[in-house]
């Protein structure tokens, strides 16, 4: 999604543009942190086992 900036709303859509980009890092962290989860639940079963 992107804001076409006008010169008055152009603060307004770097907010929006740094919003969105830390949204996608906070993601991509959660993410990959949640499959480093899955892949040490994976070895734990794999030694239980």
């Not at 980009?21 to 993410?31: C, E, G």
């Not at 499959?35 to 239980?48: C, D, K, L, P, Y």
Request: hydrophobic letters at 45%; proline letters at 4%; glycine letters at 4%.
């Amino acid at each position: 999604m992107k804001l076409t900036p006008t010169p008055k709303n152009d603060w307004a859509s770097d907010a929006w543009t740094q919003a969105d980009s830390a949204a996608s890092a906070t993601a991509l962290r959660l993410y990959s942190l949640h499959e480093q989860v899955e892949i040490v639940e994976r070895v734990s079963v794999g030694w239980a086992g």
